[in-house]
């Protein structure tokens, strides 16, 4: 099983930040069959990135996804208010899929 | 428009057994990919179960295998998730979505496990 840790755990920032998410796997990603999810309270998870760099239909391009490998990062480059949120990231190379544990994003 | 629609939790004593569906509208399911996906009160996502668009391929994580089952009818345009031996810890809210990569998600259904 493929093990994902995302750091921190919760960042506490303000619009207009520009912020860093990291996901390490315990396994190389083959493929770079990396995903990222915001999830904003009572609603379900939305996907952000796939392929570890490739934007969803409709997401914003302040959204940039990177790595490959064992080493994945999510930047937001200027942070908006509907920005705050949890963001997961998942691996889809091998089952069973997995996901980090979640980075809270808030103000 | 794209939506999938969860429907069949509830509250079910320890060991019960629920049915789970998703049914699937603005497109056609027979041609993707699906996937149960849960989260428990106030934690994280941990993915369930898979099922190829062919359903060839199934898989499961070890939380639910030989409990769960998952199946689709793709005349119905649906998506299920048979869950036997339920446990308190298997309480989540189950989302239903598209494609290894997630793309499309219900908005979930709630299963309460308690006595």
């Known amino acids: 099983e493929i093990v994902l840790t995302q750091s921190p755990g919760t960042l506490s920032l303000s619009p207009g930040d520009r912020v860093t998410l990291s996901c390490r796997a315990s396994?190389?990603?083959?493929?770079?069959?990396l995903a990222w999810y915001q999830q904003k309270p009572g609603q379900a998870p939305r996907l952000l990135i796939y392929?570890?760099?490739t934007r969803a239909t409709g997401i914003p391009d302040r959204f940039t996804g990177s790595g490959s490998g064992t080493d994945f990062s999510l930047t937001i480059s200027s942070l908006e208010p509907e920005d705050f949120a949890v963001y997961y990231c998942?691996?889809?190379?091998?089952?069973?899929?997995?996901f980090g544990q979640g980075t809270n994003v808030e103000i | 428009e794209v939506q999938l629609v969860e429907s069949g939790g509830g509250l079910v004593q320890p060991g019960g057994s629920l049915r789970l569906s998703c049914v699937a509208s603005?497109?056609?399911?027979?041609?993707?990919?699906m996937n149960w996906v849960r989260q428990a009160p106030g934690k994280g996502l941990e993915w369930v179960s898979y099922?190829?668009?062919?359903?060839?391929?199934?898989y499961y994580a070890d939380s639910v295998r030989g409990r769960f089952t998952i199946s689709r009818d793709d005349a119905k345009n649906s998506l299920y998730l048979q869950a036997n031996s339920l446990r308190v810890e298997d309480t989540a809210i189950y989302y239903c979505?598209?494609?290894?990569?997630?793309?499309?998600w219900g908005r979930g259904t709630l299963v309460t496990v308690s006595s």
């Open positions: 979505a598209t494609n290894a990569r997630l793309d499309f």
């Open positions: 603005g497109l056609t399911l027979s041609l993707y990919e």
């Open positions: 099922i190829s668009s062919d359903g060839s391929g199934i």
């Open positions: 396994h190389t990603i083959g493929n770079t069959y």
């Open positions: 392929g570890a760099s």
């Open positions: 998942q691996q889809y190379y091998n089952s069973p899929r997995t």
